[in-house]
């Protein structure tokens, strides 16, 4: 199974960037996906997670996580960017669903990652 995002790159502080992650391999309908974040120095983050009936989790707002299933790809938009979101983002892909989707060491695919970085 591979991941692939995309989207990522430089943006001003109060912008808004979509995040794009084509998975390929396998049976993208039947994951649960997440997308998750990790700044330098700092541990990566749980950002956002969609199941694969739809249902969506966030860490906090300004995301928003979407999926489509004719495309085998899942999106995360984020709005009001600030410095502080800056870090390489990551998808995920995981078979069997775990309570919170919250939790990396439970998503058995990943992504290489997309670097976002703010400017203030």
């Known amino acids: 199974v591979l ?9 001003q502080a109060g912008g808004s960037l979509r995040l794009s992650c084509e998975v390929s391999g396998g049976f993208f309908s039947t994951y649960h996906l997440g997308w998750f974040r990790q700044a330098p120095g700092k541990e990566r983050e749980f950002v956002a997670a969609i199941t694969r009936s739809g249902d969506a989790t966030y860490a906090k707002g300004r995301f928003f996580i979407s999926r489509d299933n004719a495309k085998n790809t899942v999106y995360l938009q984020i709005f009001n960017l600030n410095p502080d979101d800056t870090a390489v983002y990551y998808c995920a892909a995981q078979r069997q669903f775990s309570e919170t989707l919250r939790i990396p060491t439970d998503y058995d695919y990943w992504g290489q990652g997309t670097q976002v970085t703010v400017s203030s």
């Open 3 to 11: 991941l692939v995002e995309s989207g990522g790159g430089l943006v």
